[in-house]
């Protein structure tokens, strides 16, 4: 008998899982989880964000609870942001490093303020796949007489619901205005008279929110969510959008070999306005010197898609490899992510990149691929 059944067993399922079912989702398994990779399509639910609204299960992404009197303090020294800049209802998309600058994970760091008894509090999402890992990292850390941690990642669903669109169709079902929150602005808010965090984040290039709730709550929410019209989307439109986007996709476009300057988040780095942190001494150095690689968007001619892992060449040489690729649906020709020298990280830079033994020609050119208008 084949042990797949025996290996699908042991995957992981958010609460919304029998959603999927019961739309007939393709499932595949992802970072210890089996999650819809599509459900009426890749193209037709790439589409729907592009133009109206997709929703998306991210239940599966790590949720942390932090608090303490010291807690932007504390969380300083381990992103090379400056978070001492935010205001309450504010985010800040950063990454923790490690000792050589390599990035632990990317996060988004939610700031919620200070309670009545003066400790500061917010959340924390992080990757699927590095939730065990990030954890680990932060309670290694962070001083635990002083910081309360709290990992909620299997008590809370997480919906994205995305698209120029979402605003109209999220409204009804939540009691605050929604029209008053900012870009990487959140709120505790009350959502079909339950209460909810709600951010307007995402990992698409268009406007949305991601609404945490308990899971009895989720499911109600996607149903009446999907009752309106708002689209079903798998990890397959994910990729292509948050490609699109030019968004990195961990373990792939960034991991613990790349430093946050290779990997063109020089915004990231706040090096005059904060003082120490892990990965800080590398980080300036190589703001010095420069960098010797870079992550740059590539445009394949024709149909050839540059795919994860297929080396880039410059004049018969490998001069990089190729993190991220696929046939943009927006723009209809191939677009890739990929590390190369930085004498090449030019735009209009002419290069190549070999596919299945063959060597097809593509150029360096501007990210991101796709940006919506305002």
């Not at 009895?216 to 149903?223: D, F, H, K, T």
């Not at 030019?246 to 790349?258: F, R, S, V």
């Not at 394949?300 to 892992?309: D, S, T």
């Not at 209809?332 to 299945?356: M, W």
Request: hydrophobic fraction near 40%.
């Amino acid at each position: 008998m084949s042990e797949q059944p025996e290996k699908l067993l042991l995957l992981s399922r958010t609460p919304l899982f029998d959603l999927a079912v019961e739309l007939k989702a393709r499932l595949t398994p992802f970072a210890g989880w089996e999650m819809a990779v599509q459900y009426s399509g890749i193209g037709a639910e790439h589409q729907a964000v592009r133009t109206s609204a997709g929703m998306f299960d991210i239940s599966h992404m790590g949720k942390f609870v932090v608090r303490g009197k010291n807690l932007i303090t504390q969380l300083q020294r381990l992103v090379p942001s400056d978070l001492s800049r935010l205001q309450p209802g504010q985010a800040q998309y950063t990454v923790l490093l490690n000792p050589n600058a390599g990035i632990i994970d990317d996060i988004i760091f939610y700031y919620q303020g200070e309670t009545g008894t003066g400790e500061q509090r917010g959340f924390i999402i992080v990757n699927a796949a590095t939730t065990e890992k990030d954890k680990r990292w932060l309670l290694s850390h962070l001083e635990r007489d002083k910081i309360d941690f709290q990992n909620i990642s299997s008590s809370k669903v997480l919906i994205a619901v995305q698209g120029p669109k979402a605003v109209s169709y999220l409204q009804p079902l939540v009691k605050e205005d929604l029209t008053s929150v900012k870009p990487f602005g959140h709120l505790e808010a009350t959502v079909l008279n339950q209460p909810a965090f709600i951010a307007r984040t995402g990992y698409t290039g268009e406007d949305g929110f991601e609404i945490m709730v308990d899971p009895e709550v989720g499911i109600e929410l996607w149903r009446s969510l999907h009752q309106a019209g708002v689209i079903p989307c798998g990890l397959g439109a994910r990729d292509t959008l948050r490609l699109e986007a030019a968004m990195a996709l961990y373990g792939q476009d960034i991991d613990d070999t790349t430093t946050p300057l290779e990997a063109g988040l020089n915004w990231l780095v706040h090096l005059d306005t904060k003082g120490e942190f892990i990965g800080r001494s590398v980080l300036e150095k190589q703001k010095a010197a420069g960098v010797k690689r870079r992550l740059v968007g590539l445009q394949m001619q024709g149909r050839n898609i540059a795919r994860h892992g297929y080396p880039v060449l410059y004049q018969g040489e490998i001069v990089g490899e190729v993190t991220s690729g696929t046939l943009s649906p927006t723009l209809g020709y191939p677009v890739a992510l990929a590390y190369v020298s930085t004498e090449l990280a030019t735009v209009k830079q002419p290069i190549e990149v070999e596919i299945r033994g063959k060597v097809y020609p593509g150029v360096v050119v501007k990210k991101p691929f796709y940006k919506r208008s305002r």
